[in-house]
């Protein structure tokens, strides 16, 4: 059986095809798993809702949002209860115990006999190749499930919504996933009479989720308990308060105009109460700017849309319908299984992986080199610029051509520097892009100096990189390796 799993900023989520139709692979009762993570020496390792639950009495040993630290250069590892974790080995955790989330789903619905080929991961729209690779190892090494491929979040939210009942084909829907970390749109069109049944027309990705909205919540409750009380300090514990408060209202007030509660800090209870008209005020620049992306992508892309269809839980709040209404009034708006919606998609295309014309997608970044070793007269002229072997916004999968001399004939290996950016240009100068790592070629000993070394680079369906290098004079092939450097 191949699976499906949203790892999500705030929950994770496995999700199948049973019969033929998706469906989440939980035990009953289960809403999901919290991708929270906590260490104690007497508990040891906790994910979940266990690990919340410790992480209410000791914050200062939880890890949340891992997600979104993945590439976060200052947050290399995690010292809890004065063990150090690398953050890949905590992904690695949370991965492990999705597979058991979905194996215990999968005995729930007496499906006993199957086990778990791989699984298809969600990703958010812009996640970069190191970000890829870094889910792939944390889930391959760590949690021994295997990846079988990777599919961008609201993408895959869009091939759930086609493929439920009540979904039609021909169509163009434009999907906002306004997830925990991200916020993630993409244009998409589903024709099953063409050979390109659902197209990716172009997506886009802001680093900013629900979790921000609490930040903002949380900051306006602290506020409302220094009006009471001017000396209040909130320490590790107080503002894990504060945080579960702002979220147990922010859910509130998705349903309520106006949400009474208290929080208890240095005890002392203070009593507090928002409206939504408040909350909406005080997020309203995060949404904005959200909507600004919005804009950004349906004029970039000028294709008339049939729907706008809203996932990913922040989606709940009333705000985000409001905003669509105000902005787009010609534009019907469906919210489509807010929860569900990116874990079934992932699960459908897990089934369709090697059908080459289910999905078509474009490359999110460009991809460029530069020559980093002695290349005698090139050297200066290649050191100086990147060049653009692979272009942002080409139909996936996708490849380029770049080629190298061998300097001398014992000359063992070639590293090239590699960038990604978002430059549409064929050079370009270091700074416009990020270096991302290196490739070596190795396994050409044969070769003399001056002959030509032809690097193909693909980046395939999935968004990651696979290289090939070849000997033009000799024919023969040569082992690569891109080496990615850590956040
Ligand atoms: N009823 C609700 N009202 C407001 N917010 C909600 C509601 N239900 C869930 N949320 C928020 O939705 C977010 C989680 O949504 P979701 O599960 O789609 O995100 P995720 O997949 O974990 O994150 P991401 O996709 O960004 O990595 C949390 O911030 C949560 O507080
Ligand atoms: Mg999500």
Redesign the pocket.
Known sequence: MRIGI????????PAALINGSPATLLHSGQY?LP?VFYYDKGQGGLIGIPAEDQGDRHPENVVRNI??EISNPDKKTFKLDGKTFDKKKIVGHIFREIKQVALEGIEYQQLVSQKIDGAVVSV?AAFTLRELNFIRDAAQKEAKLKVLGFIR?PVAAAIAYFNAPAGEDEKTILVY????????VAIVRSDKNSAEWYKVIDSEMLRL???D??KLLGELIKRKCREQDADISFNARAENKILKAA?KA??Q???LERYESYVEVGGEDYDFEITRAEFEKITSELLQETMQMVDRLKQKCSTRIDYIVC???????PQVRKAFEKNYPDIEIRIFE??KA?AFGAAIYAEHLTEESFLHDICKFSYGARYIQDFGRYRDYNRLRIFNIIYKGDALPTSGESISYKLSDDQTSTYIAVYESECADEVYLPEDGTYIGEIEIYGLDDSRKGDETLLTMTIDRSGLMQLKAIDKRTGKSANVDIQLKDY
């Open positions: 949203d790892f999500g900023t705030s929950f994770s989520l999901g991708s997600k979104m958010p979040e996933d306004l997830g925990g970390g991200t916020c993630d989720g629900g979790r909205w609490d979220i922010k859910h007030l998705s349903r996932v990913g839980g922040s989606s709940n709040m807010p929860e990116i």
